[in-house]
């Protein structure tokens, strides 16, 4: 398409119709693959106003290129379960754009992983990645298998078996996995010795979530929840508001959702409820932490457990009817989608303030339009939960420069980036024309970021 004159009635035609065009196109190719589409419709419907002002992505066919993953590599992993009998899962690792930095993001193990899933999660994480303002590509991998019910040798040797085909694609400057649902630094662990010893080295940037005793960061386990609420507290501080006495409800109750309830409690906020996928707890005093960490990160129990210790606390079978709690701040820490319309509709008339989400992507589309056209604040995922992957990025600094920071000099840092997500998130949305809203803020600003590296770097 010749488009060269911008701020004309002619001009603006022809971008709206280019960002119609790419997204039939991304339909067409990726046809059936749900959660795929849903993140890059978001995308679409904010970037509009990007092309009015910026004909040069258009020429460039940005669009096109940051819509279509670098590569995909899928593959069997066959592996011996502890009877004998072998098992094959599949896995997968998305590599999505690499314009910023190496490929970075997670591994999930989940038997609901699958293409659509993995690229998704990919696509959010470009976005993500280049909100934090630190050197890093995006990518994202995993397998369908389930780790639930699985003996400590089972998980070791599926996981060798999974590293063993994705030694091949991965480098400390090529492609750098952590953690995601599944994955924690047990897994990692696994990971980090098998690639090493079939590179017969030790890299130690090649994985980030290793545990702080060998290689990794002091604060990365904190980092996404901490740095969500970190996120949420700077969009309260806008509307002269504060975590202070606000009940809280957050789902999930790994990694993500365990160090969100830490530091809201930590900044004066009650817990009401937490949940994991088969309930949710409710504990009028406020959910005591300590107690979660021992149930989920220690003795691997159900969350219904809480209430033999917790006598005031009650369990309700049932995970997505959490929402029903009332409360002042929502954080969506569990997994996509787990958050629809309905919910929300519950929630505003509950009189909820302000939503974060902890998770990648897990407010319905129609969901987060409810919470907007109600004047419920919204912090969108791939802003509020970059604070992961952003001491990631400073584990791969520390291993670099084979030095370790302190807890206090992380979280010094994670504070202020995600203080700078935020102003580019407001910021970006102020001057598109979206005053307030985070969502387009957030999409527009990881993209500028992208898109300019993408024109610079040449059509590839
Ligand atoms: N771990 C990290 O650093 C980051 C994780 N995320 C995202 O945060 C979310 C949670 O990840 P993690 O905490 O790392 O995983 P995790 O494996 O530590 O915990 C997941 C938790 O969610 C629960 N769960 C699963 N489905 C559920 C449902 N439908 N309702 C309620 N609970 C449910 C599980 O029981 C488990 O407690 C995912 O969307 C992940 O992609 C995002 C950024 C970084
Ligand atoms: O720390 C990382 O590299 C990955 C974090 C992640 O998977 C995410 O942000 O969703």
């Not at 066959?78 to 009998?85: F, H, L, P, Q, V």
């Not at 696509?123 to 630190?134: I, S």
């Not at 997505?320 to 309905?342: F, G, R």
């Not at 803020?441 to 590839?460: C, P, Q, R, S």
Request: charged residues 25%.
């Amino acid at each position: 398409m010749e488009i060269t004159t911008r701020n004309n009635t002619e001009y603006k035609s022809k971008a709206n119709d280019y960002v119609h065009e790419v997204f039939q196109l991304v339909k067409d190719r990726n046809q059936g693959e749900k959660e795929f589409l849903q993140a890059t419709r978001e995308i679409f419907d904010s970037l509009r106003p990007v092309f009015l002002k910026h004909p040069e992505y258009i020429h460039n066919g940005i669009l096109e290129r940051i819509t279509e993953p670098d590569r995909v590599i899928t593959f069997r992993v066959a592996w011996e379960d502890d009877t004998g009998k072998v098992q094959v899962n599949r896995g997968f690792r998305v590599q999505f754009n690499n314009s910023l930095g190496p490929y970075k993001g997670g591994i999930r193990f989940h038997p609901t992983v699958n293409s659509s899933i993995m690229k998704f999660l990919a696509f959010e994480q470009t976005f993500k990645n280049a909100l934090t303002g630190q050197p890093i590509g995006a990518g994202k991998g995993g397998s369908d298998f389930n780790p639930k019910g699985k003996s400590e040798r089972e998980i070791m040797r599926f996981t060798q078996s999974f590293i063993t085909e994705l030694s091949k694609y991965i480098g400390p400057d090529m492609d750098v996995p952590a953690g995601d649902i599944g994955v924690g630094k047990r897994e990692i662990g696994y990971m980090f010795g098998q690639y090493n010893r079939l590179r017969g080295g030790y890299e130690a940037g090649v994985f980030t979530g290793k545990d702080p005793n060998h290689g990794g960061s002091l604060g990365r386990k904190e980092a996404t929840g901490y740095g969500t609420v970190y996120f949420v507290e700077e969009m309260l501080k806008t509307a002269n508001d504060s975590f202070e006495g606000k009940k809280v409800v957050v789902s999930g109750s790994g990694n993500v959702a365990i160090y969100a309830m830490e530091k809201a409690i930590e900044l004066g906020a009650l817990v009401l409820a937490c949940s994991d996928s088969n309930g949710y707890i409710y504990d009028p005093n406020g959910i005591d932490v300590e107690t979660i960490k021992q149930l989920k990160e220690f003795d691997s129990k159900r969350i219904k457990e809480y209430t033999k210790v917790h006598k005031n606390a009650v369990y309700h079978e049932g995970c997505m009817d959490i929402w029903s709690v009332a409360c002042d701040i929502a954080l969506p820490c569990a997994t996509q989608n787990e958050m629809a319309k309905d919910d929300a509709i519950i929630l505003i008339q509950n009189g909820v303030k302000a939503i974060g989400e902890g998770a990648n992507m897990p407010c319905t589309e129609d969901a987060i339009l409810a919470f907007q056209a109600s004047g419920v604040l919204f912090a969108p995922a791939k802003a509020a939960n970059a604070g992961g992957v952003a001491v990631s990025a400073m584990e791969m600094s520390q291993n670099s420069m084979r030095l370790s920071w302190t807890v206090e000099e992380v979280d010094e840092k994670l504070k202020q980036v995600m203080k700078n997500i935020y102003t580019s998130c407001y910021n970006a949305a102020e001057s598109y024309g979206h005053p307030g809203n985070l969502v387009i803020g957030a999409n527009i600003a990881g993209f500028l970021k992208v898109a300019d590296a993408m024109v610079a770097h040449g059509i590839h």
